[in-house]
């Protein structure tokens, strides 16, 4: 026969076996295909499992991951978010264990919601005034680490560790709550200060009705002055820190209904919005 009729049936069964082998593996590809189709349409069982899955936040290398903040504009706000004739209560320079939570009683009995305006180390003294702000449904805003009146005679980086450093030390005091505005000492804003702030998604805070209850003029003249001055806008400054509170507490008592009486319902300042 010769040695080409003698391995003619080796070579055969050979070559069937190689032909079963390319079929299996091209059922195996198909299959997979399949099912990375399936898995990227988000149907069929084990649905996802070949997704690729979200990068976790960066990290600066001190602590859990960043959440970068909520965008919000450089400019001052001055409006609130409810609009029409609501007005916005800011409360300055605590907490203080005496003022503020005589003040978080008057709003709590009115349902009054208000932004505290915090210093930095008085945050981080009384930890228990902040939560209890934040509890009752308040908003927290960064006044700085040491209510510099001046800061805006100051070199950026010093304006940049006086907002910075305060707002670490509210939102650790607040047990995480997030500081949603900025409010300049004396409303010493910058351009910088303003940019420092809403890039960490502080909305700068000024205001429309300044009550002078730091002078300590009286209970009459808070009340009057707010009464006198809603028309230049919404947005009105208490103080519940750096001094004897006592006339603003009363002032505070009395305003509120009033606020109410006259068809202001209180709001938030507004965060988002130029």
Not at 144 to 169: E, F, G, N, S
Not at 172 to 181: D, F, L, N, W
Not at 227 to 235: C, F, Q, V
Request: charged share 25%; with cysteine.
């Amino acid at each position: 026969m010769g040695l080409k009729g003698t391995y003619k049936p080796q070579i055969a069964a050979v070559a069937s076996a190689i032909a079963l082998s390319l079929a299996a593996w091209g059922a195996a590809v198909l299959s997979d295909t399949e099912a990375e189709a399936r898995a990227d349409a988000g149907g069929g069982a084990g649905a996802g499992s070949r997704q690729e899955q979200p990068a976790p936040p960066a990290r600066d290398g001190k602590g859990p991951a960043r959440v970068k903040p909520a965008k919000v504009p450089e400019s001052i706000a001055h409006a609130t978010e409810a609009g029409g004739t609501s007005v916005s209560i800011t409360i300055d320079d605590g907490p203080d264990p005496r003022w503020t939570p005589r003040m978080l009683d008057i709003l709590k009995e009115n349902g009054v919601k208000a932004t505290f305006c915090m210093v930095g180390p008085r945050a981080q003294e009384h930890p228990q005034l902040v939560k209890r702000v934040v509890a009752e449904g308040h908003r927290l805003c960064d006044h700085t680490m040491d209510h510099d009146t001046t800061m805006d005679k100051k070199p950026v980086a010093y304006q940049k560790q006086q907002i910075l450093d305060a707002k670490r030390l509210i939102e650790e005091a607040a047990g995480g709550a997030k500081v949603e505005y900025y409010r300049a000492p004396g409303g010493a804003f910058t351009p910088d200060s303003r940019k420092i702030a809403a890039a960490e998604g502080m909305r700068p805070l000024g205001w429309n009705v300044d009550t002078k209850d730091f002078e300590l003029p009286g209970t009459a003249a808070i009340v009057n002055t707010v009464k006198s001055e809603l028309s230049n806008g919404p947005t009105i400054l208490f103080h519940d820190g750096g001094g004897d509170r006592t006339q603003t507490v009363e002032a505070l008592r009395q305003i509120l209904p009033w606020l109410k009486e006259q068809g202001h319902p209180a709001s938030f300042p507004v965060r988002t919005t130029p």
